[in-house]
């Protein structure tokens, strides 16, 4: 897969800014990435901040959240091209990220941040950030940042 992800660097801080509102409160926090493909790549356009439950190693987005989700999709005609959260620890995929995935279309991303992003900048985002990627098989593969993601003014 070489599709390449475009992100504005102000979705990245504003991304950063919702987790690390989360680390405030010492919870992992999910956030949304909205886009659409443009010729071989995919703008990123917007954060979406869902309604969703929260704790220290956990997050869920209750069905009517994910109805509110899909009219933002249909209003903005956007899709989801990848979630970002984070954890309270390292970053990786846990099994509980594995089997629940908003997106679950193939070549769809999945960002984790350490610390709840609580030390996490624009400048280090693409260092800190461990990046999945759903293969053809439905896994989710481990990538390099680099490799998918483009951050662009
Ligand atoms: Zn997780």
């Excluded at 690390?20 to 979406?48: F, H, M, P």
């Excluded at 869920?60 to 959240?65: E, Y």
Aim: charged letters at 20%; a negative charge; glycine letters at 4%.
């Amino acid at each position: 897969m070489s599709t390449v992800f475009q992100c504005p660097v102000s979705i990245v801080a504003e991304t950063i800014s919702h987790l690390q509102e989360g680390a405030k409160r010492n919870c992992e926090t999910v956030v949304l990435w909205l886009g659409r493909d443009v010729g071989e790549s995919i703008q990123i356009t917007d954060v979406y901040l869902p309604q969703q439950e929260v704790s220290i190693d956990y997050f869920r987005i209750p069905a009517s959240s994910m109805r509110l989700l899909m009219a933002e999709l249909r209003r903005s005609r956007t899709k989801i091209v990848a979630q970002v959260h984070s954890h309270p620890g390292l970053a990786f995929h846990s099994s509980a990220d594995d089997a629940w995935a908003v997106v679950r279309h193939i070549g769809a991303l999945s960002l984790v941040l350490p610390r709840f992003a609580s030390d996490t900048c624009v400048a280090d985002f693409s260092k800190k950030a461990a990046v999945y990627q759903l293969d053809a098989t439905d896994n989710w593969r481990e990538v390099q940042f680099d490799h998918v993601l483009q951050i662009v003014k």
